[in-house]
């Protein structure tokens, strides 16, 4: 069974930061692309970021791209998202996600998903 469990989420100033993790597990972790995704209230999913099995390429989301930094241990089954500068449009439940093929920026598509974690940044 696989599970992929978000956690680090919470209430930070704007101009803060915030370091999100997910654990994976009943997967290899290593076969699997990784991605955040986020969702605010009223809105649809929405693609932040993603890394390569082998975490040698990243892709952002425009709207985050040079303030949030995804990263991955392949032996500890983690990925992480540093959050940095946040802003109060950042508030949202963000979702961890697992995807043998590559992640794109216009889908939200994956073959398993975290239940979220929420971030709320106030102004």
């Known amino acids: 069974q696989v599970q992929l469990v978000e956690s680090g989420g919470g209430l930070v100033q704007a101009g803060g930061s915030l370091r999100l993790s997910c654990a994976a597990s009943?997967?290899?972790?290593?076969?699997?692309?990784m991605g955040w995704f986020r969702q605010a209230p009223g809105k649809e999913r929405e693609f932040i970021a993603a890394i390569s099995w082998g975490g040698g390429s990243t892709t952002y989301a425009d709207s985050v791209k040079g303030r949030f930094t995804i990263s991955r241990d392949n032996a500890k089954n983690m990925v992480y998202l540093q959050m940095n500068s946040l802003k109060p449009e950042d508030t949202a439940v963000y979702y961890c996600?697992?995807?043998?093929?590559?992640?794109?920026?216009?889908?939200?598509?994956?073959?398993?998903w975290g239940q979220g974690t929420q971030v709320t940044v106030s102004s």
């Open positions: 996600a697992a995807r043998r093929d590559t992640f794109a920026r216009s889908t939200v598509r994956a073959d398993y």
């Open positions: 009943g997967l290899t972790f290593s076969y699997y692309n």
